[in-house]
């Protein structure tokens, strides 16, 4: 059987700190990896409270930095990036916040975006198929029902054909 080398708290400590410095880091992703080094649940509280302390972890600076990118580099809705925010066990607060960050602006823009590139590779579909398509789509990507309707709206009525 396979077996994994227990580290002493000491150098668990070492290890993760340079894995927090790399990149943010979310509190339950630091933790399960401090299980991983046959780490006991007294020594992985006490490291953590070390992180926090000595601002090697810090939740809300993750959920701004998480939200911030999926939406710059993948271009995901709010509803995605505060859904997987929720799965890597940040708190509501923090999501509040992070999603606050993304400009309305940028968001719409990137919103039409994404919908008219969508729309124009449908090119050759039925309108209803193109139009449902595009609305899937962009839910996939994470976007608010209401605000696909108004996009396709849009799109429509400027005959983007």
């Not at 933790?31 to 090697?56: C, H, P, R, W």
Request: charged share 30%; with cysteine.
């Amino acid at each position: 059987m396979f077996s994994k080398k227990v580290l002493t708290p000491h150098q668990a400590l070492e290890k993760i700190k340079s894995f927090c410095a790399y990149q943010e880091r979310s509190h339950k992703e630091v933790t399960e990896k401090l299980y991983s080094y046959g780490l006991f649940s007294k020594d992985v509280e006490q490291i953590m409270a070390e992180l926090i302390e000595e601002n090697f972890l810090n939740e809300e600076r993750f959920a701004v930095a998480y939200a911030g990118g999926k939406f710059r580099v993948k271009q995901w809705g709010r509803q995605k990036i505060k859904y997987e925010l929720k799965q890597r066990g940040v708190s509501s607060f923090c999501i509040k916040l992070a999603l606050k960050e993304i400009e309305e602006t940028d968001y719409l823009s990137t919103l039409f975006s994404l919908a008219c590139k969508k729309w124009e590779s449908l090119i050759k579909e039925q309108f209803y198929s193109r139009q449902a398509k595009t609305s899937s789509y962009l839910v996939t990507k994470g976007y608010e029902q209401h605000l696909i309707i108004e996009v396709i709206e849009r799109l429509k009525k400027e005959g983007t054909d």
